[in-house]
């Protein structure tokens, strides 16, 4: 896979989570058995605004030629993606979400593998 391919496949899908998270929070909370509060649906939007940055950096940078720039977007991503596992794994071991849960712990964990791929075994990218 190209990095370009990863980076397009990121943006489209954290995109549509993102506009997803601000635009219906409760409906993007309840599939993963968050309980619902004006907290949880505040903060459902907050995460969604992370969700496009997310996207918005893979979309802008999916031509990046300069090798120093492509290094530091694929770090960021990569810690981004460890973060969220960790994040993932906790809130779904801990009950606030329910067993779909798991679902977002493994879409974190392919794109840090992804990224991670490019980072430590491929850092010719391309």
Same mark, same amino acid.
């Given at each position: 896979?190209?990095? $370009? ?6 943006? @489209?899908?954290?995109?549509?989570? %993102?506009? *997803? =998270?601000?635009? /219906? ?9 968050v309980t619902l509060g004006q907290?949880? $649906? ?6 969604? @605004?992370?969700?496009?940055?997310? %996207?918005? *950096? =893979?979309?802008? /940078? ?52 992804g990224y991670a791929y490019f ?5 010719g990218y391309s």
């Open positions: 896979m190209k990095l $370009k391919n990863l980076l397009v496949i990121t943006a @489209l899908f954290f995109l549509i989570n %993102g506009i *997803l =998270a601000l635009l /219906a929070p409760a409906t993007q909370l309840l599939l993963y058995g907290g949880e $649906k505040y903060m459902g939007q907050w995460a969604g @605004l992370g969700s496009i940055v997310i %996207g918005l *950096l =893979a979309w802008f /940078a999916r031509n990046v030629a300069y090798y120093e720039a492509q290094r530091a977007i694929i770090l960021t991503l990569l810690i981004y993606y460890v973060i969220g596992v960790v994040i993932s794994v906790l809130g779904t071991i801990s009950g606030v979400m329910s067993a779909m849960g798991w679902s977002l712990v493994l879409i974190y964990l392919l794109f840090a593998i980072l430590f075994w491929r850092p």
